[in-house]
């Protein structure tokens, strides 16, 4: 008997210590329950809904409100995701047991374990070229391990679903963005419930999330949902940001399922209206030529929907009339990695027609102008050698430019001169002697940060992002600490290293992109960040840039006269 009591004791305290902890946040919608992760200082929300996506031919349109409930909502599920055009190997990487549906705004909460309260917010938006991802994509419970902060993560529309920009009421575009702005609303409302405080929100993003930060900066319709911004590698003036021709790219799309009429808007809206959702997910237009990814967001024309950008980046920046915040603003050493997978088709293309490759935010009097153009670009990049293998590096440093660090540091300079002087810019250049993820194919052993490896560096291990079978070595843990530190401090206090801090010391940059912190094997305080690249575009775009512009008025529909 006595031996049988010992049992039932143990199993007893078994089923109490595997018994999950709860807690219950009761937000405007309902009551939400989550739960400590096993192992994990942190209570996890996840998919809670924040606004409601329309359907039908309502579908282009702007968030409507998130639904309401009266039992205990269970926060407990993570493969919510928005629909995208995903390969096998796409979805192997997002994770085989998402669930893509057209009611996908969810958002997920992390809350360390503490009974501290109005703790600073910082709000992630995931990259994807505007085309793939989702919120949960990367988790960083190691980040909130450094102090004490709640992370927000969230599904927003993508592709064409949310960023179709016709001009007209039931698709004036940017409904990708608007459903991010109905998430900081979201958050301003209901983060308090969790612990976090409404008025201190740090927003942050890599690659299309990094533009997206950068683009919400710039809107009105955000204006007091945040204090700070973190760009991790993209810009509000990338080519790929902003749609140059929004109308011409959805003509172009439409004629892959034989719709003749493309120049008739209300025939082109009708058709997008009524295709089958799968038929907007045909591309995820990741192999253009061009650096940009078709549909992204647009600057609208005014309709009876509120707007979430009138204008173009560039002359918000130039006009100087935004919010002005901390930006802690920057990208790795060779973010044109990305691009080398492409390299065995891509070099024999560039050296036969180079203009091909030009970014699409740069136009042209004529082919003659443009062939002109693309002659200085390659001689400045390659010189008068053949773009191959022995060039690669020169072709990674090409398309690191001209999609990332370029409209980047062309931002820095619009934001100082409009008289932001809390602006800390950084280049991360830390790779792993043990992680054959960082070494640049057709070279001896070279290696170098790829895009978004800061990103990388903040978040917990993902094995998209590695190659050492999960291994980090001693001197990657050591970065990773360093660069939980500097971000945990610019999200606390706005700087990323405050005063009494054992880091070096890094002040604000300037127009030139001076100063800027070097993140590698050491830290070090630099002067002006890829100055003479930047100057060479900044010669051309001050001759070529096309400016993005709204759709036109459509014509007024005979039904309405």
């Known amino acids: 008997m006595r031996s049988v009591l010992v049992v039932c004791v143990v199993l007893c305290a078994t089923a109490q210590s595997a018994e999950r902890v709860e807690r219950i946040a009761r937000i405007a919608q309902g009551p939400v329950r989550g739960y400590k ?6 209570f996890t929300f996840y998919g809670i809904p924040y606004a409601t996506a329309p359907t039908g031919p309502h579908r282009f349109k702007a968030p409507l409100p998130a639904p309401s409930w009266l039992t205990t909502f269970e926060a407990t599920n993570k493969d919510i995701i928005c629909p995208q055009a995903v390969t096998p190997e796409m979805m192997a990487i997002l994770g085989q047991n ?39 994509f990367l988790t960083a419970n190691e980040l909130l391990k ?19 920009c016709l001009g007209t009421e039931d698709a004036p575009g940017n409904a990708g963005m608007k459903d991010q702005v109905a998430l900081l609303r979201w958050v301003k409302n209901n983060i308090a419930t969790f612990g976090g405080n409404p008025d201190d929100v ?72 009524t295709a089958p959702l799968e038929d907007l997910f045909t591309d995820s237009f990741m192999t253009r030529k061009d650096s940009v990814f078709v549909f992204s967001p647009c600057v609208e024309r005014k309709t009876s929907e509120e707007p979430f950008l009138l204008e173009s980046p560039y002359a918000i920046l130039s006009s100087g009339k935004y919010e002005k915040v901390p930006i802690l603003y920057g990208f790795a050493n060779m973010e044109g990695l990305m691009r080398t997978q492409y390299f065995d088709t891509w070099k024999d293309s560039m050296n036969e027609k180079f203009s091909d490759f030009l970014p699409a935010d740069l136009q042209f009097k004529n082919d003659d102008e443009k062939e002109n153009v693309a002659k200085q670009v390659k001689e400045f990049y390659f010189g008068d050698k053949l773009i191959s293998e022995e060039t690669v590096l020169e072709y990674i440093d090409y398309f690191s430019d001209v999609i990332f660090t370029y409209g980047t540091l062309r931002a820095v300079k619009l934001h100082v001169k409009a008289g932001n ?48 079978g999960g291994k980090i070595s001693k001197e990657f843990k050591n970065m990773r600490a360093i660069m939980r530190e500097l971000w945990s401090n610019f999200i606390i206090t706005g700087t990323p290293v405050p005063a009494g801090s054992s880091l070096p010391a890094w002040p604000p940059t300037g127009a030139d992109g001076a100063p800027h912190m070097s993140l590698g094997r050491t830290l070090e305080l630099r002067g002006a960040l890829l100055e003479r690249r930047t100057r060479f575009w ?12 709204p759709p036109p008025a459509p014509p007024v529909r005979h039904t309405e006269l």
């Open 421 to 468: 002087n809390k602006i800390y810019l950084y280049e991360y250049s830390f790779t792993d002697d043990e992680d054959d993820i960082f070494l640049v194919p057709h070279t001896d052993n070279v290696r170098g940060a790829t895009h978004c490896a800061q990103t990388t560096a903040v978040f917990d291990a993902h094995p998209f992002f590695t190659r050492s």
């Open 37 to 42: 992760e096993p192992g994990e200082n942190v």
């Open 98 to 136: 998402k669930v893509l549906q057209e009611n996908c705004l969810i958002a997920n909460v992390f809350v360390p374990d503490t009974t501290e309260t109005n703790l600073p917010v910082v709000v992630y938006v995931h990259g994807g070229a505007y085309q793939v991802g989702h919120g949960n």
């Open 146 to 164: 450094v102090k004490p902060v709640i992370l927000v993560t969230f599904n927003y529309r993508l592709g064409i679903h949310g960023f179709l």
């Open 202 to 273: 740090t927003i942050a993003g890599y690659s299309a999330g990094s533009s997206s930060v950068d683009l919400l900066m710039l809107s009105p319709s955000t204006k007091g949902l945040f204090n700070k911004v973190i760009p991790e590698s993209g810009a509000n003036l990338a080519a790929f940001s902003v749609q140059i021709d929004p109308i011409e790219n959805a003509k172009e799309y439409a004629k892959k399922f034989n719709v003749t009429n493309v120049d008739d808007v209300f025939a082109l809206e009708d058709f997008y209206r």
């Open 538 to 549: 900044d010669s051309i775009y001050e001759k070529h840039y096309r400016e993005p512009q």
